[in-house]
């Protein structure tokens, strides 16, 4: 299956060493991307700017960054919250009632953000 | 006569347990006017309002607290912190906030703080012991937003009180919201004016009390 990276949109297949290590661009953020929607997730990439891709990175850090360690890859997978394009956003209630990790996604392009922590019970008012 | 089992259990369950601070989550989808009523709940009780109030959407986009809330009705007593929470939405678009003559850049940033907040509002939800849910009464009740709410708090078997904001309208359908909801006890009110609010308290001390 490829992944995508968040920045750039290069496409890795799976296995590739980027996925592990960090894309050629520097980001260390990729979407996982179903073989079926490969072709509408290039369709995408294309239609982005360089400047929005990089404003759609930060969005998703400044969403959910404060769990993630921006020194390891992350590989963003299934839907829970959908950034068609930088200030544009659909959600699934349904996936996010269940506490299921947080998930975005960029059009068809797919990703995964697990963030065990961010369910956390225990907050005092 | 979900009141009334409510006031069963209650009344016998108070017997063994007492809960010393109930936590009161304010919920519903975006413009419903949970930060208002969280604001007259203040204004009665406290003399103070708790957070600002906007014509445009998801003006709330942080959780709020309001500590020791304590209120009385007919000898009874109830104190509670309150939580205002962001509006739960499917969608956020900036280019709704543009129609309201935002800025691009500050309209992206609310689209995403309001994205934010939806995952916040629903990640607290499990630290709640009652909910008032929020609703439009002017606006059709049945969307996927309010249904998710509701199934999911009954799920969880978190109390809940239906509240049918903006009675003062013309266009406000208090049955439509009743019928939509026919599990559960509905009271309509005004927050903006306070009307009905004797009503919205005698039924959140039945709920939470």
């Given at each position: 299956m490829p992944h995508q990276c968040v920045r750039c949109g290069t496409f890795y297949d799976d296995g590739a060493n980027e996925i592990l290590s960090g894309c050629?661009?520097?980001?260390?953020l990729f979407f996982f991307v179903k073989k079926e929607d490969v072709e509408s997730a290039r369709e995408m990439n294309i239609k982005l700017t360089r400047a929005e891709k990089k404003q759609i990175e930060q969005d998703v850090f400044d969403l959910?960054?404060?769990?993630?360690?921006?020194e390891r890859p992350v590989v963003l997978d299934l839907?829970?919250?959908?950034?068609?394009?930088?200030g544009k956003y659909e959600l699934d209630l349904v996936h996010l009632f269940k506490k299921e990790p947080l998930i975005y996604k960029l059009s068809e392009g797919k990703y995964l953000i697990d963030i065990p922590a961010s369910f956390k019970a225990g907050r005092k008012t | 006569m979900q009141l009334f089992r409510k006031f069963i259990q209650k009344v016998f369950g108070n017997l063994f347990k007492k809960k010393k601070h109930v936590r009161l989550g304010l919920y519903g989808p975006?413009?419903?006017?949970k930060t208002t009523l969280a604001n007259r709940i203040c204004q009665d009780w406290l003399g103070e309002e708790m957070g600002t109030v906007s014509?445009?959407?998801?003006?709330?986009r942080e959780i709020q607290i309001k500590e020791q809330i304590n209120i009385k009705s007919k000898g009874k007593e109830l104190t509670f912190n309150l939580v205002d929470t962001p509006g739960i939405a499917t969608k956020i678009d900036y280019e709704d906030f543009l129609?309201?003559?935002?800025k691009e850049k500050d309209a992206k940033v609310r689209a995403k703080e309001a994205t934010k907040g939806v995952i916040d509002a629903i990640k607290w939800?499990?630290?709640?012991?009652t909910v008032i849910i929020v609703l439009d009464?002017?606006?059709?009740?049945?969307s996927q937003v309010n249904i998710t709410i509701v199934g999911n708090l009954q799920a969880r078997d978190i109390p809940v009180l239906i509240v049918a904001n903006?009675?003062?309208?013309?266009?406000?359908?208090?049955k439509r919201v009743q019928e939509a909801f026919p599990q559960y006890d509905v009271i309509g009110i005004s927050a903006k004016n306070g009307q009905n609010m004797d009503q919205f308290y005698e039924g959140l001390f039945t709920v939470a009390g």
């Open positions: 050629r661009c520097g980001s260390k959910i960054g404060f769990e993630l360690d921006k839907e829970s919250i959908r950034i068609l394009k930088p | 975006p413009n419903g006017g014509n445009i959407a998801h003006e709330t129609k309201h003559g935002m939800l499990d630290e709640m012991d009464a002017t606006k059709d009740p049945y903006k009675m003062d309208l013309k266009k406000a359908d208090i």
